[in-house]
């Protein structure tokens, strides 16, 4: 069967039954003040990570802990003030134990699992921290299943993610359907699939998310673009796909407040982020991509 046979024969749902009225929009984050300004901008999600110059990594135990407490705090003042128990923002927690590939090793597989623990252990006490975000290959450029079934079922009933890591594999077909085979005992599987459509870019890559979205219609799984996504482009790339949820990062370049400044050194390697200042997510970009996504 050719590509296009084998989408025709998932061509049977119609792309505007989606309430457009609702968008989400999930933001990543790997710092509290980028948590925090992303909550007031009205951000619907978090993908909670650290090193997003790494493409995002893990979050330490205080940073989760923190924003813990700080969703914990704020959800009492709005039961307080509303009488609901409504959590105010879901937060997706990235388990990657290092930057580069997506090819890992038995003790890396045993680090992520330890932190996929620790996460369901703050979800028991914030039920906010509902799902976790792992992308996982082998060598030949195929989902690594068995070790991603592996995590499923130790995340369940943690919803699932599995990010960008799409994009560097062989065939999306071919990876989309290993995805959906995943079905763990207890319900465990792959909710979101987070791509740019295996371009640097949303837009570059839009012909083959629209070919995810019609796989993915008669599923269980969402497809979740993310990647180049801006204020200028948002209301397109809706309009082009009409789904309900977008990755977005929001963030602005905020300067060092250090007034002393060694400009010889750095601590990274050759590509670097400089010493002397950090992205922070602003919450007016927020707000903005919520209100240009109103089409």
Known sequence: MSK????????????????LKNIKFEVCVDSLSSCIEAIKGGAGRLELCSSLFSGGLTPSYGLMKTLKEYIEVNNNNNNNKNNNNNPIIDVFVMIRPRSGDFLYNQDEITIMKHDIELVKQISKECPSFSGIVIGLLNS?????????????QLASPLSVTFHRAFDMSRNYIESFNTLKSINCDGGGKISRILTSGLESSVLEGIDTI???????????????????ITQ???????KKTKLQEYH??????SDSKMQFRNTS???????????????????????????????
């Open 4 to 19: 296009n046979e084998y989408l025709n024969n998932h061509d049977n749902c119609d792309e505007n039954k989606d309430d």
């Open 210 to 228: 629209k070919d995810l979205i019609k796989l993915s219609k008669p599923t269980h799984i969402t497809i979740l673009p993310g990647g180049g």
């Open 140 to 152: 030949d450029g195929t989902i690594d299943k068995q070790n991603t079934e592996e995590l499923v």
């Open 248 to 253: 977005i990062s929001g963030r602005t370049i």
């Open 232 to 238: 200028k482009n948002i209301n397109k790339i809706i």
């Open 265 to 295: 050194i750095f601590m990274g390697g050759s590509l670097r982020e400089s010493e002397y200042s950090y992205g922070i997510v602003d919450k007016n970009k927020i707000q903005d991509f919520i209100n240009k996504s109103n089409i």
